[in-house]
């Protein structure tokens, strides 16, 4: 098992990437461990694709093994999301950045893409877009989750 220090720097490594980001959605949303076989239906990733990501989590310890049980005679593994840890990964105003299209901006002489880090009051004026548009995404997804089970 990584080190703390090394698990901290593993976290700093850590690019975004959309079957990540699902996974560990999907675990903060089901708030109990849950295997990478639940996770693969849940996210319609692969297997193999979830396995290997849950590993990068767990090396980065973003997700710990919760408990394992055995089933067909096999030992399945249940992970759980580190809270302290995850948020380091896993920064909603990172995020909003991302679909907003601006995690990299053309810099410097050449105009390659660099990474733009937000600073304090960029972070101030993001969480206040955030929190205006968290409770207008939550009513949208509520309601079509409505529609879904009648439908």
Avoid: W
């Amino acid at each position: 098992m990584a080190s703390a220090r090394e698990q901290q720097k593993r976290r700093k490594t850590l690019r975004p990437h959309p079957a990540r980001d699902q996974i560990v959605d999907a675990m903060r949303s089901y708030g109990q461990p849950i295997s990478p076989t639940r996770l693969a239906e849940v996210t319609s990733n692969t297997l193999g694709s979830v396995a290997y990501h849950v590993r990068t989590l767990l090396a980065a310890g973003v997700v710990e093994l919760a408990e394992e049980g055995r089933v067909r005679g096999a030992v399945e593994h249940f992970y759980a999301l580190v809270p302290e840890n995850e948020s380091e990964i896993n920064d909603p105003l990172v995020g909003l950045q991302k679909l907003c299209g601006v995690l990299t901006l053309p810099t410097g002489e050449n105009g390659y893409p660099q990474p733009v880090p937000l600073d304090p009051e960029a972070r101030a004026q993001m969480q206040k877009i955030l929190d205006a548009m968290r409770p207008k995404v939550q009513r949208i997804v509520r309601e079509t989750a409505k529609r879904a089970a009648t439908g």
